[in-house]
């Protein structure tokens, strides 16, 4: 008997939520980009998002000077991700269902400058988030997992060393609670994964799923749910053919959580590092930088 799995399906068009305003940038010099210079266009990548204890939507994310030689994701020369070495954080003070309706978020301060991160390598990529015992833990990387705290989200405590480390593309993770148990999810080559019981103490690395795809190809920003009594596996992939925000993503199930290898994605959506957030009983699909620069919303549904 075969078991009929219910796929995530994108039920309402993108509304577009989060666009990047002018700032003055607060990083270090790079060849293109100079502290204190004001720049018009900014381009967003890689996010988290978490609900405080307000009822208020925080998230943050990748960002960065417009490059000078960018037109857009397939027209580019030099080094599209120049000065990826802060975050941006916009926060909305509403339910999700008000935000699809038509609100959108308020861009704050940018966060995590390396000047605020001293010892560190200057990048800071893709964060995640989860709230224990009414702290916030943010991790970021590339090449360590990094650490900071915070308490509302706007003040963060650097937690002072590496978690752990690995290739220097180690990036993108994801954590994931179940039964007391914290697994952080992430790109090593493969994707692979790490157990905690205090999201400080991590176990060591275990294989989560080998790329389907092959080594011509990159998994990107997982992200992991539980519906219908399935695990569900989300990443998008980078493999050169379809921009360098590549808005192919691919929903792998699994009855168990060492059931991803091997396995053919069941569903795929059109979005670039996409998060999959719950309120109210409805799944909403959050899309950063596709269909536009900036953050997207819609609705999902489960057929």
Known sequence: MYKKIKVPVITTPYRTVYVPGPDTYKGIDTPSFRYGERYDTWIA?????VKAYDGCWHAFGIIHPKPPAFTDDFNYSGDVHEAEYQLFHCVFEGTLEALYSGGSFTEKEKVLY?????????ECWAPCIIEKDKTYYMYYTPETVRLVTTKDLYNFSPYGKGLFSGLYSLRDPYIF???GNYIMIYVNGDLCCRSSADLIHWDEEKLFQKNPFGE?????SPCLLKRHGMYYLIWCI??????CYDNRSFVFASESLDGFTGKAPVAMFKAHAPEIVSENGQDYIISVYYPEN???IAKVSWE
Do not use: C
């Open 45 to 49: 990548n890689d996010f988290t998002i």
């Open 114 to 122: 390396p000047q605020s991160r001293p010892g560190e390598a200057p």
């Open 177 to 179: 609670f179940e039964n």
């Open 216 to 220: 011509n190809s990159a998994q990107e």
């Open 238 to 243: 980078h493999d050169g053919q379809n921009g």
């Open 294 to 296: 900036g953050l997207s």
